[in-house]
């Protein structure tokens, strides 16, 4: 429990609190709609994957590492509120010498359940410790929304939502390469762009799952989110998104459930 945050955790506001004797503890202050337009479940994503990421490092022997596989996250009992503080608990759910599933639930102050997240590692065996680089971030300095990345943009195109991203040094992990719970931003923010142009209003998810692909460098060069709609109906609408770089390397895969912005009667 010895490893610093990394710059990444920081900028979202991450705190790390503790151990408990299923895992770690950490939470994380929503900002107000003030200082920033990011959605929470995204933010959130970055303190679900720490928590299930160092729950499962601390039971490991330090020499190993892990590596995030897939991760999802569904909404639990309300929406969290921004200007909250969310708490977040880990758990191992099991492990073998291959790979490690664990839990991240995340509460609100009311003891509300705001969302569940589970998720799979791959365990590296022999690798390298990492290296827990300093990244330029100083501890003080104030929490940033997802909209600092350079050169982060939306467009809209026929039958897709494109997001592209320049990430630097402030979004990475100790290995320097993006922290996964950034990339959970990310296509928070292209899945709910592509339902939102599907139903004309804002949707609520209600569950999201990342694959992670490959490691996303964080010096500077651009990468895209392809956001498409997989299905707009009465009830829910499912999106898919497709992250790649400028070589057109897969680098992450995503996809989303959302509660449709035209609620219906059940009898029509």
């Known amino acids: 429990m010895t490893e610093p945050l990394t710059a990444a955790e920081r900028l979202f506001g991450v705190t790390l609190l503790g151990c408990t004797p299923t895992g770690v503890q950490a939470a994380c202050h929503l900002p107000t709609r003030a200082h920033g ?10 303190l679900a994957d720490m928590t299930a ?3 499962v490092r601390a039971f490991l022997p330090p020499e190993l590492v892990i590596r995030t596989a897939n991760l999802r996250v569904d909404v639990g009992d309300r929406p969290p509120r ?3 503080t969310i708490r977040a608990t880990g758990a191992l759910l099991a492990s073998s010498a291959a790979h490690a599933l664990s839990e991240a639930v995340l509460t609100a102050p009311d003891g509300a359940v705001v969302a569940r997240c589970t998720a799979r590692f791959i365990i590296v065996a022999g690798a390298e410790p990492a290296r827990q680089r300093r990244l330029g971030l100083q501890p003080d300095a104030a929490p940033a929304p ?3 990345m350079p050169g982060l943009s939306e467009r809209v195109e026929p039958g897709c939502v494109v997001l592209t991203a320049r990430p630097d040094a402030r979004f990475g992990n100790h290995d320097g390469m993006m922290h996964g719970g950034v990339q959970v931003a990310l296509a928070d923010a292209a899945l709910h762009a592509a339902a939102r142009e599907a ?3 804002e949707p609520a998810l209600i569950d999201m799952t990342v694959r992670y692909m490959r490691p996303i460098p964080v010096d500077g060069s651009t990468i895209e989110l392809q956001a498409t709609v997989e299905r707009a109906g009465r009830l829910v609408t499912v999106t898919r998104a497709r992250g790649s770089d400028e070589q057109g390397r897969l680098l ?3 996809e989303a459930t959302f509660s449709s912005a035209r609620r219906v009667r059940m009898d029509e």
């Open 37 to 46: 337009s990011s959605h929470v479940i995204g933010r959130l994503g970055l």
């Open 53 to 55: 990421g160092r729950t």
């Open 199 to 201: 139903g004309g209003g």
């Open 252 to 254: 992450m895969t995503a």
């Open 146 to 148: 997802l909209e600092s």
């Open 82 to 84: 921004s200007g909250e």
